[in-house]
């Protein structure tokens, strides 16, 4: 496990050389002065302008000049917007938090609703109930994520008026800002109304966390399918037939764990792929995330904040990333090999 | 003059033909393939077939519903949205621009992508190992995701879109043209080949790439209904196709501010986007399940 965690460490640490260097780059790609997009600085005087080159060293070459804005970045310094001024680190720390939990809430939904489905398909193997799985999966994977988002407005907010389509909560509730998760927030908060807040968040949450979840749950779909599959071909699972349990005690007891396991290693890759679609959905149902920010600073042209942001956004997914490999490497002594650790 | 002996000529159909033989066994995959055929001559000769412009509207019939509803006008046959424009020929017009340029998107970074793949394959050691961290890196940022950065970089646009889209699915082809080379130069037939003194080039031409393209043809089409969507969803965000240009996208959010008067403007874009997703999807899954019998048998 040692030489498993130093593996990985060395692999973050190429990756977030690899994504700053992406994001220094980034700053010679954009048009205009190099200095200015990445600190954001475009109502500088003459002499701030001297001192933040002098900070950014710009006069040294640009091996000196990357190391300069890698210092920057580790002290929390990610420059100011553009287009309003203010700074970019604090306002990302305020929006990443809505995107975490309307991606962690997608996920699970994705998860408890995909890998049933999945399990129900391997069963069922070449039955008409996997078929059905597999060409409801298809559809669910080729469905435009936007066009899905505007149909569920359409069905569910306008049409029947069940769940409200916009925001993360009724402007009518006051919610301090503590944590940035709404929901831990509403039940730190000391409001005598928190109840209902707390059901009028669950109300908004429900709709956008749907659309997410119906692609990655798809996926979810298949890749239990395939690990079930493999798992009842093995011969533990023929052993434990010939010993005579039931087929219930052998899904239970042998089979759901072992493929369970294996889908557990997939769920970095596709919380990746949640994180995109979270970004178009964040527009659609104008959450305040960081998807819809950036997006929005795009059409601005702001490219400090469009750098910061991508940086942000490729570091939070890559953690992720990092953090199901450990919890895959600990619960599956054999993926500790170097066979996974390259 | 009789013959005594009648030689019956043994056929060794290529990889390719033998996947096509089964290919053609299944329905499903056909129908796929027969609605991939068409939506490509829908995109190459929509200026012929549509029957009006995309761009120039009819002031006198703004907002006409489908021909079904009572409503409705037959020379309309899927309305018209909020400036008269017919939605057949929009939708005619966007089967080229959303369709045709994610199959452009796709064979040129195939050859990109394929070209740079056999070639880091017969490289090794240091070099081949950083591309492969590379490779990773790239790989874990969502295709969506870096083609917004992208045209953030480049700017909106159409062709700054479809430079985007061929950018993102350029590794997807490096990473399993490396693994499928590296995988085929291990057995025995290009061991002979390399016997023979065929230099590694030839063994890549005349060995190698028979063997392997079934394999990237799957991939092909996992990565073109990626395309649709991603051409689809910058266009719908405002990234990508800009406003008279009719890409499903942007008519789909075109139609936005009207949807609750106007539905069919948003309902038809996006079935089109679904139609073509599926049945790429569908031929996608009829060549891996073709590859999958060939492996076994």
Redesign the interface.
Known sequence: MLIFTIRRLN?FI??ML??TLLSFS?SF??PGDSIINITGAINATPYQLEKIQQSYQTDSNIFWQYIAYLQHIIHGDLGISMSSQSDIGSEVLNLLPATIELSLVALLIAMFIGVPLGFIAAIKHNKTADNLILSIS??G???????LG??AI?TFS?NLGWLPSAGQISLLFEIKHITGIQFIDILLSDSPYKWQAFSDATSHIILPACVIAVAPATIFIRLARTSMIEVLETSYIRAANAKGLTFQQIIFRHAIRNALIKIIRHVG?QF??L???A??TE?IFSWPGIGRW??ES??QRDYTA?QSG?LV??CF??TI?ILTDFIYAALNPLARGNKYG? | MARDKIYMEEIFPSPFMQLWQIFRKTPVAMTGFSCFIFLIILAIFAPILAPYSPVDGQLNMLLLPPAWHEDGNVSFLLGTDELGRDMLSRLMYGTSLTFGMSFIVVILSLVIGVVIGSLSALTSGLKSSFL???L??IL??????LA??I???LGPGISNTVWAVVIVLIPQFIHITRYAVKEESRKDYVLASRLDGASPFRVLYYSIFPNIVDRIMGQATLAQ?AAI?DI??LG????GAQIPLPEW?AI?ANG?DL??IA?WT?YL??LA??FA??AT??VG?GIRHALKLRKDR
Do not use: C, R
């Open positions: 692999l190429f990756t690899v994504l980034l790609l954009f298809m559809i994977y080729s469905i435009p994520v936007f066009w505007i149909l359409l306008i890759l990746a792929n994180v995109t679609i970004m178009v527009v950036l997006i795009i059409y469009i991508l956004l490729s997914i890559f990333h390259s | 492969n961290h590379f990773d890196v874990s940022i969502p295709s969506l995701l917004i950065i045209v953030a970089i209904s969507l689809a969803t719908f965000l405002g990234l996208g789909l936005l949807f609750y539905p948003v874009p996006g986007i679904l997703v599926v999807n569908l899954e």
